[in-house]
Nanobody, 120 residues
Framework: QVQLQESGPGLVKPPQTLSLTCTVS??????????WTWIRQPPGKGLEWMGA???????YYSPSLKSHTSISRDTSKNQFSLQLSSVTPEDTAVYYC????????????WGQGTQVTVSS
């Protein structure tokens, strides 16, 4: 069974970079045909797809976040990471990592989510 777990600081100060890591167990992030995804939910709002890295390494980003979002992976650790630069308080959210079948919007496995607060 695939498990995902987010980790990283719970508090980030603007305009620093928010950095989170998703550790995957029970499956390889290089296995076809999956896409490893970051999703967030600000308080009182819906889920927002941020971006993803495909099993072959290509990245995809939400147009609204592309300018300051970077997703990378470390295949030796079976991890993928999120970096969100120049954060503001509006970036406060619960951040989730999730697995999707490549090419569609179905997310079959999710991490539990981690709260990140952006505040001075």
């Amino acid at each position: 069974q695939v498990q995902l777990q987010e980790s990283g600081p719970g508090l980030v100060k603007p305009p620093q970079t928010l950095s989170l890591t998703c550790t995957v167990s029970g499956g390889s992030i290089t296995t076809a045909s999956y896409c490893w995804t970051w999703i967030r939910q600000p308080p009182g709002k819906g889920l927002e797809w941020m971006g993803a890295i495909a099993y072959y390494g290509s990245t995809y980003y939400s147009p609204s976040l592309k300018s300051h979002t970077s997703i990378s992976r470390d295949t030796s650790k079976n991890q993928f990471s999120l970096q969100l630069s120049s954060v503001t308080p509006e970036d406060t959210a619960v951040y989730y990592c999730a697995r999707a079948t490549y090419g569609n919007s179905w997310f079959d496995y999710w991490g539990q989510g981690t709260q990140v607060t952006v505040s001075s």
